[in-house]
């Protein structure tokens, strides 16, 4: 009977397994069916032509950025806050157009169309600098004497700033839109596909080194040393390389279509929470907000999540209040969308506002940087720069010395720092961000500090001898370069990961948007202080602080010493204010962590409190 019941119910075992199989096998092959097919075009068969395209694009651009101050100075005979106000204004310009760039990509017109517009304005403004160089007319006479240098015409400056605008345009179209463009060639909905995407932000950034190394070596060597003519004809045949490696590989990329702006519906949350500034929010309740499902959520290359509707900003809350049944269709979609937005759009808006307090920051931040790349390159200009008898050392170099402090750093922390102590400590032991952003705030208060002092000991040494060039070697100008590279390894690369971090993945490039324009609004305000500075100073009989063409004339150490208190204001502003936005949770402070959307449409969210080390984004930064 023992042996009978056994029997039978090993044979009921064996049949529960083999239906157990069947079953295994037939969702198995519905997760093959599930799997997304092949595609012919894409990957790396695409990303060969990307980034061939975007190293000649960037060895072009940079071989003129590095350098544009030393051509100003020297070939249109411009003085230093002419100089200063024309590079910070088209820096300034070049990085707010990448808003417009990204919103034409996003809504219009297609990151293709957009790299290829950019690159096609890029090649016209670096031909135009490049007839610049080559015509004697477009340019001013040689100047023989600094102290009476003949200025360009307006219509020759007018020619000038056609060429700065268009390369502008064309930095404002490729700068959102190339990274960007490259990640489309992989389906990130596979572990292959991700795996292959991390490969080729290794890839990107080795080409951009690369390309930024041959940059401010050869290509500034030549401009400064050899001729401006062969110095700009060679950026000008690397954009034609460009472009021609782009559209030769036309057929092999994935192009995805314009899904629409974020920045219209921010625009739309902004008016529609306006339209309806009388509606009280205490007294919505949650089921007058309109909060539809997201639509379309597997048919991204990212997943999309649902954002929790939070209380903070809760003036914005009133964009996605029902106050009237007619606001919505028999479809329940809204009548007019600047006036009824979803909730999906108001928190969106939120996560951007969160981010300004550090947005403030960075800009006192990157005001500092910007320093060194125009006036810290005219105090260059006249030291001794000899390295020998017949050797120079050019002046756009010194940027390759701030890229050296920040590799070495970066270099020292992830090799060095971070296994000693986790040797020691037993974990991973990171700085916080916190500690990074401070840190480089601090870096950036120094760097002016020792350029101030540095430009003192120089001035004075021109002087005692009565010459334009200081005997001072250029060697003594390093340490700020340095200071400078170490605030960007600190304070910039800090920020940007917190702006990347305190956005959903489907506002990433908003992130890299607000970043440039950050940069942006330095450069415009370090303009804004220089006019500032030079007219507060400027007295009958007195040389102001800054202006001409001679720093030995000029009391630069000043301003410098200005721009560190202005560091140590925005060093106060951040412990006292903007760094309580930094230690708050990734989406606020005890928030629930937004999960993702169900692609089947069921608005039902799985939500669980964040733990205090998860709040802390700086705590393993």
Request: positive net charge.
């Amino acid at each position: 009977m023992q042996c009978g019941f056994r029997e039978s119910e090993q044979r009921g075992k064996n049949r529960e397994k083999e239906k157990e199989g069947e079953m295994e096998n037939e969702n198995d092959s519905s997760r093959l069916e599930q799997v997304p097919p092949p595609n012919p075009k894409g990957g790396w068969r695409a990303i060969k032509y990307i980034l061939g395209n975007e190293s000649f694009e960037k060895l072009a651009s940079m071989s003129l950025i590095a350098n544009i101050t030393v051509y100003l100075s020297t070939r249109y005979n411009l003085s230093g806050i002419f100089v200063v106000n024309v590079v910070n204004i088209w820096n300034g310009t070049s990085n707010v157009v990448t808003l417009a760039g990204a919103f034409v990509s996003d809504a219009y017109l297609g990151r293709f169309s957009t790299l290829l517009v950019g690159s096609m304005s890029s090649l016209l403004g670096m031909g135009a600098m490049t007839l610049t160089a080559s015509i004697d007319k477009l340019r001013p006479s040689t100047c023989k004497d600094p102290q009476h240098c003949p200025q360009p015409q307006p219509w020759q400056l007018a020619f000038l700033y056609i060429a700065l605008l268009l390369l502008s345009l064309g930095a404002g179209c490729i700068r959102p839109c190339n990274i960007a463009f490259g990640a489309d060639q992989f389906d990130t909905r596979t572990a292959k596909g991700r795996a292959q995407l991390q490969s080729f932000f290794n890839w990107w950034y080795f080409s951009f080194t690369l390309a930024l190394v041959v940059a401010l070596t050869g290509v500034v060597y030549i401009q400064t040393n050899i001729s401006w003519v062969i110095g700009f004809v060679i950026p000008t045949a690397c954009l034609a390389s460009s472009i021609t490696i782009f559209l030769v590989g036309r057929h092999t990329y994935i192009y995805l279509k314009p899904q629409g702006s974020i920045f219209l519906d921010i625009a739309k949350v902004v008016t529609a929470a306006c339209r309806k500034s009388r509606v009280t929010v205490s007294l919505a309740s949650e089921h007058s907000f309109y909060d539809p499902p997201l639509k379309n959520a597997s048919d991204q290359s990212y997943t999309i999540l649902k954002l929790p509707h939070t209380n903070r900003f809760g003036f914005l809350d009133r964009a996605a209040i029902i106050t009237n049944p007619n606001e919505l269709d028999n479809q329940g979609k809204p009548r007019s969308s600047w006036r009824l937005c979803s909730l999906q759009q108001v928190e969106q808006l939120k996560c951007l506002v969160a981010i300004l307090p550090v947005w403030v920051t960075a800009i006192g931040t990157f005001m500092c940087m910007d320093q060194h790349n125009t006036f810290g390159v005219l105090q260059i200009l006249q030291t001794d720069r000899s390295m020998g008898p017949h050797f120079k050392f050019a002046p756009g170099w010194m940027n390759i010395i701030a890229m050296l402090a920040l590799a070495t750093w970066i270099f020292i922390y992830e090799q060095i720092y971070l296994p000693l102590a986790q040797r020691r400590s037993g974990r991973d032991k990171r700085l916080t961000m916190q500690q990074r952003i401070n840190t480089g705030i601090v870096l950036s208060i120094l760097s002016m500090l020792v350029s101030g002092i540095v430009e003192e000991h120089r001035r004075k040494t021109a002087l005692k001898h009565g010459s334009f060039i200081s005997s001072v070697s250029f060697g003594l100008l390093l340490p700020q370069f340095v200071l400078s590279g170490l605030t960007e390894a600190f304070a910039a690369v800090s920020i940007m990961e917190f702006f990347t971090m305190q956005m959903p993945e489907s506002m990433r490039t908003i992130a890299g948007a607000v970043f440039f324009l950050s940069l942006s609004v330095s450069s415009y305000l370090g303009s804004l202080i220089v006019n500032i500075v030079h007219k507060a100073t400027q007295k009958k009989g007195e040389t102001p602080w800054l202006g001409g063409h001679d720093l030995n004339k000029n009391k630069l150490d000043y301003y410098y010493y200005i721009i560190a208190g202005l560091g140590v204001v925005n060093l106060a502003y951040f412990n006292f204010f903007a760094r309580h936005y930094v230690t708050v949770g990734r989406f606020g402070k005890g928030r629930r962590e937004m999960q993702p959307e169900n692609p089947s449409g069921s608005r039902d969210l799985v939500e669980r409190e964040s733990t205090d080390e998860e709040k802390g984004l700086g705590t393993h930064a």
